[in-house]
């Protein structure tokens, strides 16, 4: 049946998402402290626009802050969806997938979002091993969750239709 093949798809996917959004989650999360710590010897010989703009990093260029940011929120939503969407598929009804699918488009929708700033960062240039890292993982993450996304969605449209009664059960 094509939901066994969705289910096997689905938790593979999510188990991999996990572990990509916990490495994002892990080199965002070291790009923040980096720059907390460096910003203020980096900073302070800055004119006044670049040392008052809020999210300056020390590192890779203008670009950076928003992409380490948006990155950072992207992988803490995106782990927790894999984990909320595990149980969920786990479960396999048509409630959970449902709630599955739209926790699953939002996390996708963030990482879109931090990808297009990666996308902006390697065409500006300038960014060290650690970011570009990042960047690599942040794109690829984006294709796998697009795939979860569509996996989970097909087991929620095949669980929808199975569970409403044909047209025909109930006539003579």
Request: charged fraction near 10%; glycine fraction near 8%; aromatic fraction near 8%.
């Amino acid at each position: 049946m094509a939901s066994g093949g969705s289910k096997s798809a689905a938790t593979m996917l999510l188990f991999l998402n996990l572990g990509l959004y916990i490495i994002v989650t892990i080199v965002a999360g070291w790009a923040v402290n980096h720059a907390i710590e460096r910003t203020h010897e980096t900073a302070s010989v800055l004119s006044i626009p670049a040392r008052i703009f809020p999210i300056f990093f020390p590192m890779g260029n203008m670009a950076t802050g928003f992409f380490v940011i948006f990155a950072l929120i992207s992988g803490v939503v995106g782990v927790s969806t894999s984990v909320t969407g595990l149980t969920n598929v786990f479960q396999w009804d048509a409630p959970n997938l449902n709630a599955a699918t739209a926790s699953s488009l939002l996390t996708w929708a963030l990482t879109l979002l931090a990808m297009g700033l990666a996308c902006k960062e390697i065409n500006i240039g300038w960014t060290d091993a650690n970011l570009r890292t990042l960047e690599v993982m942040t794109i690829i993450v984006s294709g796998t969750q697009l795939f979860c996304t569509g996996a989970i969605h097909a087991g929620a449209e095949d669980a929808a239709l199975n569970r409403i009664p044909s047209a025909s059960a109930g006539t003579v």
